[in-house]
């Protein structure tokens, strides 16, 4: 059926099927009351427009204009077909409801719900001085303006919501693709400086520790072997991996900047207070040490993300930031003290939440995440940071 209203020849077809039968129905009531010519154009003035709605397939300027100049002729001609003389046709009444449809639905709706407002004040004004049959009538042709506007409008609405909720589901979509790029290659550029630098340390220190010690037995000397081409196999699949993910995230601009650590969090607590106007404080119990650069690099990414996360959903509301150094780990923990707890759901379909928990697992830490006692969002994450042994 759809098929069929969208074809070009339909509407002129249908033009002329309603007004050949108008005419028909038009002769076979002929009482004489209204010359036969008048009566036949008042019909022909309610059918004829039918042939320029053009089936509705576009909301273009030009639908709307089309549909438009259909509706007001075929409404103007079967209100005068029925208020003055009372020869308003079957075929003339379907073809009014198609036109106040298609004006409901393709042009303005208040165009649409103006058109149909006469037969509504005139089924309400002329039902006490009419007959029954002539009431029944008035009030049905005025219910059915009315409904066939209503609808056009609702279809209207409906198609308008639909093609926004398409546009922000692809705006979420690139905007979601765009944000996963970018982590992957500042994950891609962590794994360069962190974890491959670590790996080909291990390949230089099992090379220099075979050549250079001492008295080193045959089987020692081939673990330390073993030990440098395992490394050596480790760092090419990391190189391979890091240009998968290159690929993937696509051409970015290379960052000579040194990975951020446990050093830099308090520039990130400044600039989060400069960037939200809100009380951001840093807290720091236990005495400060060096850590893994795994370690500082994750901590400084979560403290980075919960603080993003604090202004897109607590705007304005204070955040404490506490770092605690004990002898075997490091906790972590930022709240904000919003009015209400934001949901984590947004976190995880944003991937923000997913994607702090990584970076805690990447390096042997755990991490929670939800409401706070007090009111709030909460977020701690726990890092192995044993006090390191040094050599005398």
């Not at 030990?227 to 960052?255: F, H, N, Y």
């Not at 040194?258 to 951001?280: C, M």
């Not at 939440?353 to 726990?382: N, Q, S, Y």
């Amino acid at each position: 059926m759809r098929g069929v209203l969208r074809h070009p020849r339909t509407p002129p077809a249908a033009a002329a099927l309603l007004s050949l039968a108008a005419a028909v129905e038009l002769l076979l009531r002929a009482n004489g009351d209204i010359p036969l010519p008048l009566a036949l154009s008042l019909a022909l003035g309610t059918t004829v427009p039918v042939a320029a709605l053009g089936g509705g397939a576009t909301l273009g300027r030009g639908s709307r204009s089309s549909t438009s100049g259909a509706a007001l002729p075929a409404s103007a001609a079967a209100m005068l077909a029925l208020a003055p003389f009372h020869v308003l046709t079957l075929a003339g009444l379907c073809a009014l409801l198609v036109a106040l449809h298609q004006a409901g639905r393709h042009g303005p709706r208040l165009l649409a719900v103006l058109l149909a407002l006469p037969f509504v004040v005139y089924a309400v004004t002329a039902a006490s001085a009419e007959g029954a049959g002539e009431r029944v009538m008035t009030v049905l042709v005025a219910v059915c303006a009315g409904v066939a506007a209503g609808t056009g409008i609702a279809r209207s609405a409906r198609d308008t919501a639909l093609v926004n909720s398409a546009a922000e589901r692809a705006i979420a979509e690139t905007l979601h693709e765009h944000a996963a790029r970018g982590e992957r290659a500042r994950i891609a550029r962590e794994l360069h400086d962190v974890v491959a630098h670590h790996i080909s340390m291990i390949a230089v220190q099992a090379e220099t520790a075979r050549l250079t010690t001492a008295g080193l037995p045959t089987a020692g000397a081939e673990r330390f072997l073993a030990i440098g081409d395992t490394a050596r196999t480790a760092l090419t699949e990391m190189r391979r991996l890091l240009g998968v993910l290159r690929e993937d995230a696509g051409p970015v601009t290379p960052d000579r900047r040194p990975q951020p650590g446990l050093e830099q969090i308090g520039e990130l607590v400044d600039e989060a207070r400069d960037a939200s106007a809100a009380a951001v404080r840093l807290i720091v119990e236990g005495p400060v040490r060096p850590l893994d650069p795994g370690v500082e690099l994750s901590a400084y990414r979560i403290v980075q993300e919960a603080l993003t996360n604090s202004r897109r959903h607590a705007p304005g509301a204070p955040v404490d930031v506490e770092l605690h150094y004990t002898q075997d780990a490091l906790r972590l923990r930022v709240r904000d003290n919003g009015p209400s707890p934001h949901s984590s759901d947004g976190l995880d379909a944003g991937h923000g939440l997913l994607g702090m928990r990584e970076r805690a697992t990447m390096v042997g830490g755990e991490l929670r995440a939800g409401p706070a006692r007090r009111g709030g969002f909460l977020i701690e994450a726990t890092f192995p940071a044993p006090v390191r042994e040094h050599a005398a």
